[in-house]
């Protein structure tokens, strides 16, 4: 998923359940993520 959105990325973490580790700061912005629909995403 190197070339994949931002959204695609959060979408297939999202279902199959991965915490998501980015130096991303836009996985940052929970309205767009909120955290309860996620299971993990940290900025490291």
Known sequence: MGRAG???????????????????????DIRIYPPAQYHGIERG
């Not at 931002?6 to 991303?24: G, K, M, V, Y």
């Open 6 to 28: 931002d959204p695609d990325i959060a979408a297939c973490a999202r279902a199959n359940q991965l915490c998501l580790l980015t130096e991303d700061w836009g996985f940052g």
